[in-house]
């Protein structure tokens, strides 16, 4: 009898994975619905508003940049967006959505990813390093699980996915292991690397190479020339 009274307890918790796909599906071809999803789900947590703010802007920041593109655009739009962006932006309101939702006490099988669990250690104690670790682990599972995808973008445009990657793992050493990022700079890495301050920006966007919409028509060489000596 207590074993059936605690499954029938365990059924009728809230079911986590129900109800990410439920908030990602509202939101998977309206890009502005995307950027109000993310902008709850950093608002949310078990931290103080205050404490996550600054991440939440930077995370927004980017997201905004992916809609202004057109790269979060439906696929049957007048644009069409990049299915590969698509899906790696959707992995991550799906890990953010499950943690947060678990933090809240909803139910989910002990099999959800590792991601998923960062995520609800930067939501208890947000920091450079657990911004990071949740962040880029649910960005490279994506980049893997999706690079067929990566595959069907043109040869400009898989550059770009790359450089993004690049930089981004490069910010996070930055925090991580410093010496190894910046040699004797090292005492430098970290503030440069804070993904509050607005020099993580640098690392993460290419100030006259990328135009403003998607896709990239011209030759890669083109867009390498016209790039800033630094980027």
Do not use: K
């Not at 043109?154 to 292991?177: Q, T």
């Not at 090292?186 to 993580?200: E, Q, S, V």
Request: charged content about 20%; overall charge positive.
């Amino acid at each position: 009898m207590a074993h059936e009274n605690r499954r029938t307890a365990t059924v009728a918790m809230p079911d986590a994975a129900a109800r990410v796909e439920h908030l990602v599906s509202l939101a998977r071809d309206v890009p502005s619905a995307r950027l109000e999803l993310l902008r709850d789900l950093c608002a949310g947590g078990r931290t103080s508003p205050a404490r996550s703010e600054r991440y939440r802007r930077a995370a927004l920041a980017f997201m905004a940049w992916q809609v202004r593109r057109g790269l979060l655009n439906s696929l049957d739009h007048a644009c069409p967006g990049s299915p590969w962006w698509r899906a790696v932006n959707e992995r991550l309101l799906a890990d953010m959505c499950e943690a947060s939702l678990r933090t809240q006490g909803w139910w989910a099988p002990s099999s959800a990813t590792f991601g998923v669990d960062l995520w609800m250690e930067f939501a208890t104690n947000p920091s450079t390093r657990t911004w990071y670790r949740a962040h880029n682990v649910t960005i490279v599972r994506a980049y893997l699980d999706h690079r067929r995808l990566a595959e069907q973008e043109n040869r400009s445009e898989r550059f770009f996915i790359n450089l993004v990657l690049m930089r981004l793992l490069f910010a996070h050493a930055l925090v991580a292991a410093p010496r190894l990022a910046l040699s004797w700079l090292a005492p430098a890495a970290h503030w440069i690397g804070d993904p509050r301050r607005a020099m993580t920006q640098l690392f993460l966007s290419i100030a006259r190479v990328l135009p403003a919409v998607y896709p990239l028509h011209g030759a890669l060489e083109q867009y390498v020339a016209t790039e800033h000596a630094i980027g």
